[in-house]
Every structure is written in C-alpha cells, then in structure tokens.
C-alpha cells in the first residue's frame, strides 16, 4: 500500500498545484522553480553525504565509493548517450503530452514530467521504502516520503503545470517494482549497494538543481544507468576484496 499512498499523495498535490499556479505570475513562476533548483541541491548534498557511509566503505574499503560514483556516473552517461535516454524520456513526455493534454505548452509539459520523476524516484526514501513494503516491515518510510512529494508536487505543478501528473505513471512502475522485488527476493540489496545508489542518485540530482536553476542544461536522463551500475560495481570490488 505504500506506493499506492505514493501516488494518491502526488496526485492530491498536483491537483493543488494545477489550482493554485495560475494565480502566479510568470516572474513568480520563475522564482518558484528557481527555489526549487536551490532546494534540490540540498537535497542532493544530504543524499551524498549519508551516501558515502561507513557502511559502504566497509564493503569496498575506505578510499573505493568515490571511485564507484565516479566511473558508474562516467560509464552511465556514455551508456545514456548512446542510448539517448533523455531524448527518449522527453520523446515520451511529448506522447503523452499528446494524448492528455494537446493545448498544454509543450517545453513546461515535459520539463515539468521528467523533473518530478526524478525528484520522486531517485532517493533513499524511494528505494528502502519500496523493499521495506515488500519485506513486510512497514510503511512509514513511504508515508514519510508521500507527504514529502505532495508538498513537492504542489511547487512542481504551480511552476510547470499538469506535466507534473505523468510523473505518477513510472513512480507507480519504479516503487513497485522494487516493492515486488522485497516481497519475492528478501533484502536482495546490501547496506553498501543501497548507499552506492544513494550517493550515485545525489550526484544526479545536483544536475537536476544545477538545471533547475536555470545554471546550466545537463542532460540528467542520460545518467540514469549509473543508478543499475553502482550496486553492481560494489558487489564486484566487495566480491574481489
């Protein structure tokens, strides 16, 4: 039930969002997502920071998660490159842009889907929440993390429009895959290859500020393979070692 609470919660505050943002002006609406930029950024800090943990370093030793981030971020933005992941992410943006809402502007429709997916999908909260459904321990992880992205959802929305209601669809996908993962497979991931996707997503999700502020244009999509190849590059150096 936690991913279903999720979504209901995402929806509720887009819902807000959709009735709240058009008493914004358009400066305000700029500021409002420029706040956000600033906001992810400390969110990306926070998830670094508990990321490079002590239970990561005892899986690879002490100097080794750096390196892990570093060549999963390398490796899986030339992976998304070749792959032209953020093209097709914005590619299927536009479809559903198309299906739902034709008359809604088109860069706010698809900037507002991708970024609110990432901001809901790639994070600690998601990941051992996710397991914690499926294994059965509970789900105030979850809880915590729907009120969160209802507050999310409502600054998101104001800003970028009714694009923030498609990032429903592959949270649902995300949160519970992984919860029907704990529930078949147990604790299948490790306290290090959990935090090596932590610190990896906080990497990402500093391109995402960095783009939400209006900085610079990253291609944050194409580095989403990172998220797949940290785990795995800590389990092959744990497994050497």
Not at 113 to 126: D, K, N, Q, R, W
Request: hydrophobic share 55%; glycine share 14%; proline share 2%.
């Amino acid at each position: 039930m936690g991913t279903v609470i999720n979504v209901g919660t995402v929806i509720i505050g887009a819902t807000l969002g959709l009735l709240l943002g058009h008493r914004f002006r358009e400066d305000t609406r700029t500021l409002i997502t420029q706040t956000l930029g600033l906001f992810t950024l400390v969110i990306a800090g926070r998830s670094i920071a508990s990321g490079l943990s002590a239970a990561f370093s005892a899986e690879v030793g002490e100097n080794a998660p750096m390196l892990i981030v570093l060549v999963s971020l390398l490796i899986g933005g030339i992976l998304g490159s070749l792959l032209k992941l953020e093209k097709r992410f914005d590619g299927a943006a536009d479809w559903l842009r198309g299906k739902v809402a034709k008359d809604s502007d088109r860069g706010r429709f698809i900037e507002g889907a991708v970024t609110s997916t990432l901001i809901f999908c790639v994070g600690p909260l998601a990941i051992l929440g996710s397991l914690s459904d499926g294994l059965g321990t509970g789900i105030e992880q979850l809880v915590i993390k729907s009120v969160m992205d209802c507050f999310a959802a409502i600054a998101f929305t104001a800003s970028f429009g009714i694009g923030v209601m498609a990032a429903v669809i592959p949270l649902a996908i995300y949160q519970g895959l992984l919860t029907l993962l704990g529930y078949f497979l147990g604790n299948f991931l490790t306290a290090g290859q959990v935090d090596s996707i932590t610190a990896t997503g906080g990497v990402i999700l500093l391109g995402l500020g960095i783009r939400l502020a209006g900085v610079k244009h990253i291609a944050i999509g194409d580095m989403l393979p990172a998220l797949i190849l940290a785990p795995l590059l800590t389990w092959g150096v744990a497994a050497v070692l």
